[in-house]
């Protein structure tokens, strides 16, 4: 191997920054035996949130404000400026939840000013405050393998307001919650009317914060600066297709503050300030004794810029504060066209180690169906699942398709059908949507039926129709269809039941969503699909969990293709087809094997158990992080390797080689995240083991024997 390329092959692997001293503790490697308190302090003038890696101290006297909010991890100081707790639009006129006024200097705030600061009797002003244990947010069960079932622990505090004048009898609740173990807080508000009229709530502003800028600029506009990176923000308000969360978000805004006179940018642009709420809504009426409960943000202190580490604690967010996005069924995506097919299937997963069948898109099943006759039949066909150890699901499709001008959404603009997302969809607050819910739910009550998978509802379709009985109209028309999806997958989710769903609604209890994919790949030929399925992975698992994301492999022709496209039969393209299952589950993540069954052959049945039983021997250390290695390119080897401390395996890489001749190629392969500082005892598949010193760089290196067009499997311990 030439020098150059061992060299270049070397600077691949850029070494991992660590924050942690010689002898510290670092919070995603060994964890934090620090507990979530929240303690009174100053006289009782100060309530501090504290678990060791962030804190947030607030004053409550003559009102309530932020004051501090500190990574305790690096020791910066995120605040700058007091804002408001929160802000409402209330029958068209704003008004400020909490606040302290007084500080003339915006770019700091020294805590010798706080004393002299003012409240204002124009603002919801602090009655008490309760603490609490943190609460399940979600009453989430799972019958499925998961490498979390534990709910997130930690400490709750409720500011109760109230305002005196015109609008007294309106309650206002502010709930912050800590947690154990990370650096995280959520925060959310309740709204109690018992003003004795119904009010019309506008618009919800759940969080302000006056940030410290990310950088200093003399000309830029707001939307084009960098804004702060030491905090990560994320809510239960998230779609528009795109398989991430940063380009699925709807709430987080940030703005600059005029107010703030001696930033940099000679026209104030530079954004400081950052707002949760949703752009649209919620615009509802709230009638008296009713109770409105906005969406809830999570907020993630970050202690590095680098995107491995910065994903791995969002993933370590994820796993503690929704457990159900860890769990992970091996399942097969099926065709069917009549019950006898699905029974083989049920019998081909149960043979091979599958845990789930999933009827496909295309196949037989109608869950809109509640006739006696249907639900009895699928029922009979879930209870032989059941006795096989299979569970069973099934997809639905609500959006991309037109029901009627009375039920479908309504474009504001003509008052007619059309401008959805993907231009006509039904409402889900029209009588047909609300009956699809209800369908929904007696199917599953009805059949025992273990997943679903939702084919829609697509990004907040906004209705102008006046005649739909879940919305009035077109102000409220998001949020309430949102609290109509988000009530049916609370539901199915406090029953068991798995939900793979096409947006990002992982926190109101979906389980899956796709990699990210285009769909007309799958009928480039195998060779193709291959590398892209290898980029999807790569590129799907920054942000998102093994479990968190699902792929494709299609047994059978899918949307165009021809021969060359497809594993069928599956006994002529065996090397394909087990490359195929060894990459995805190689990186933890289930694909849709789309087709009439798993095998059609004893020797593919064989070679389908193997790599089933593979994958179950390692599914732990498999379903943990994935550290990007090298991206397929077609051009070099390319891998990923999973990590997780707390296990006897701590790492495991999988390693491509796509060229036609075999290679040898010398890496660095990086052992922080794994917990190992002295020492490694590698193994490459079954074979010998051999002890590896670790560098200062977290490293170890490792000469490695690929064959052409092949692929194997390194285990570190």
């Known amino acids: ?345 049920i019998d081909q997963c149960a043979a091979t180690g599958y845990e789930a069948l999933i009827l496909s898109f295309g196949s037989h099943i109608n869950m809109e169906d509640t006739s006696r006759i249907n639900l009895q039949r699928w029922k009979t066909l879930a209870d032989h699942a059941h006795n096989k150890g299979i569970a069973i699901g099934g997809y639905s499709l609500f959006s991309s398709r037109k029901i009627s001008v009375d039920d479908d959404v309504i474009d504001i603009k003509t008052g007619k059908p059309g401008g959805a997302f993907f231009g006509n969809a039904p409402c889900f607050g029209s009588r047909w949507g609300l009956g699809y819910r209800d369908k929904i739910k007696t199917f599953f009550q009805s059949t025992g039926f273990d997943i679903w998978e939702n084919d829609g509802p697509y990004p907040g379709d906004l209705c102008g129709s006046k005649n739909h009985p879940g919305h009035k109209n077109y102000e409220d028309s998001q949020w309430r269809q949102m609290e109509i999806q988000k009530e049916l997958y609370h539901w199915l989710n406090a029953k068991g039941v798995y939900i793979n769903a096409p947006d990002w609604y992982f926190l109101d209890g979906t389980n899956k969503i796709a990699l990210g994919y285009r769909e007309v790949n799958f009928s480039l030929p195998r060779e193709n699909q291959m590398i892209l399925n290898r980029q999807n992975i790569f590129d799907g698992t920054w942000e998102k969990s093994p479990s968190m994301g699902w792929g494709f492999v299609p047994l059978t022709a899918y949307q165009g293709g021809g021969p060359e496209a497809v594993l069928e039969p599956l006994s002529t393209h065996l090397k394909d087809y087990r490359q195929l299952m060894m990459q995805y589950y190689g990186s933890g993540i289930q694909a849709c094997y789309r087709g009439p069954r798993l095998y059609d052959t004893e020797k593919t049945r064989a070679t389908v158990k193997e790599v089933i039983d593979w994958y179950k021997r390692y599914r732990d250390i498999l379903n943990s992080p994935v550290i990007h290695l090298r991206r397929a390119d077609g051009r070099e080897w390319d891998g990923v390797m999973h990590v997780n401390p707390d296990l006897n395996v701590k790492a495991l890489l999988m390693l491509y080689n796509p060229l036609k001749q075999d290679i040898k190629r010398t890496i660095k392969i990086p052992l922080f995240y794994t917990g190992l500082t002295k020492t490694a005892r590698l193994s490459e598949q079954n074979g010998s083991v051999k002890t590896y010193t670790i560098d200062r760089n977290d490293e170890v290196t490792y000469t490695i024997n690929l064959k052409a067009d092949s692929y194997t499997w390194i285990k570190v311990q």
């Open 1 to 345: 191997m030439h020098t150059k390329t061992t060299l270049l092959i070397i600077l691949l692997f850029t070494s991992i920054t660590t924050l942690a001293q010689p002898g510290q503790r670092d919070w995603l490697v060994q964890g934090t035996t620090k507990k979530s308190i929240i303690r009174v302090e100053n006289d009782g003038k100060d309530i501090v949130l504290d678990n060791g890696l962030v804190r947030r101290t607030f004053r409550i006297r003559p009102n309530v404000a932020c004051t501090e909010y500190v990574n305790l991890v690096t020791g910066q100081q995120l605040l700058r400026a007091v804002e408001p707790e929160a802000k409402l639009t209330i029958n068209g006129k704003e008004l400020n939840v909490g606040g302290l006024y007084g500080q003339k200097e915006k770019a700091y705030l020294l805590s010798e000013w706080i004393d002299k600061f003012t409240a204002s009797d124009k603002d919801f002003k602090l009655v008490k405050y309760r603490i609490d244990n943190i609460k399940p947010y979600l009453n989430s069960s799972t019958k499925f393998w998961s490498t979390n079932k534990v709910q997130s622990k930690g400490k709750e505090i409720s500011f109760e307001y109230s305002l005196d004048g015109e609008l007294k009898g309106l309650v206002v609740t502010v709930h912050y919650n800590l947690y154990d173990g990370l650096p995280l807080i959520s925060k959310w508000l309740s709204i109690e009317n018992h003003f004795g009229k119904p009010i019309k709530l506008d618009r919800v502003v759940n969080e302000v914060l006056g940030l410290v800028e990310e950088q200093s600029a003399v000309v830029g506009k707001t939307n084009a600066m960098e804004v702060q990176k030491g905090l990560y923000f994320e809510s239960n308000y998230a779609f528009n297709n795109s398989m991430r969360y940063d380009l699925s978000d709807q709430t987080t805004h940030w703005k600059r503050d005029a107010d703030y006179t001696s930033q940099v940018n000679y026209d104030y642009n530079t954004p400081v300030k950052v707002e949760i709420y949703p752009e649209s809504g919620p615009g509802i009426t709230l009638s008296t004794g009713e109770m409105f409960t906005s969406i809830r943000t999570w907020e993630l202190t970050m202690d590095s810029y680098d995107r491995q580490r910065r994903g791995m604690a969002i993933q370590k967010m994820y796993s503690t504060i929704a457990p159900w996005t860890t769990a992970n069924p091996i399942f097969m995506h099926l065709v069917s066209k009549d019950d006898e097919q699905v029974r083989t299937a």
